[in-house]
């Protein structure tokens, strides 16, 4: 009786594991072997610091490969991980043999010193490229005295990186200042200093009132102000002062 009854569960467990073999054979044939779903048009859409090719290598995804034997989400996190220049990735399926990969770069708005770093207007650190570099010459120079920043790719500035990156920011999005900023130096303790690009004039903003987007933008209004007037050509700094609504120039 013990025998009979362990005979029916040993063949209940093989009919099991058939049945598992036999589906998973199945689903092979049906789905991740079905060549009707091998991808045979891959569209692949890059800005500047991914190449299509660079692209594949890191997803897997390239022609001939089955459409059913990756996760379109996972090669998604995976790339916005691997890849910290990227602001943003799409991976979309289309059944039966078609993949588009759109993926969309993070834009500089600010270099780190003398590396190859940059900040995009998120606070983003990215690495750039020297066509990158060339095509972002002049952009603003996050500098800090003479101290060399220490900066890594995938990173998000805060503290005084973060006020320098508002600045930045602020000046990008107003209409007719009338001074280029060069570089922005941190280092000091009372004020961040703008350097413009024409004969090097200093801009000198109070650390303490740059807390608010309302204050930078007055800041800078004041400063671009005072810069467009002819008898302003001969002065090299200006301090700019919101709690009295003057700039003094030297």
């Not at 600010?110 to 650190?125: H, I, L, P, R, S």
């Not at 999005?173 to 303790?189: H, L, P, T, W, Y």
């Not at 204050?215 to 810069?227: F, P, Y």
């Amino acid at each position: 009786m013990h025998l009979k009854a362990l005979g029916i569960i040993l063949l209940s467990m093989l009919v099991c594991v058939g049945l598992v073999i036999g589906w998973q054979t199945l689903s092979r044939l049906m789905f991740s072997e079905n060549p009707r779903y091998a991808i045979r048009t891959l569209d692949i859409s890059t800005e500047l610091c991914v190449t299509p090719q660079r692209l594949k290598e890191l997803t897997g995804i390239r022609e001939g490969v089955n459409l059913h034997a990756f996760s379109a989400a996972k090669k998604r996190r995976e790339l916005l991980r691997n890849l910290p220049n990227l602001r943003d990735a799409r991976i979309v399926k289309r059944f039966p043999d078609h993949v588009t990969i759109v993926a969309t770069d993070r834009v500089p708005v600010m270099k780190v010193g003398a590396t190859n770093f940059a900040v995009d207007q998120d606070g983003n650190v990215l690495a750039m490229e020297e066509f990158q570099r060339r095509r972002w010459s002049t952009i603003p120079i996050l500098i800090e005295g003479n101290r060399k920043i220490q900066m890594q790719p995938g990173q998000i500035v805060s503290d005084k990186y973060r006020t320098a990156l508002d600045i930045v920011n602020a000046y990008n999005a107003m209409e007719g200042i009338s001074f280029k900023i060069n570089q922005i130096d941190v280092s000091g303790r009372i004020y961040i200093i703008l350097l413009t690009s024409d004969s090097r004039r200093e801009i000198r903003l109070v650390w303490n009132e740059m807390t608010s987007p309302q204050n930078i933008r007055l800041a800078l209004k004041m400063a671009s102000e005072t810069l467009a007037d002819p008898k302003a050509a001969p002065l090299i700094r200006f301090d700019v002062l919101l709690e009295t609504k003057l700039v003094y120039g030297i």
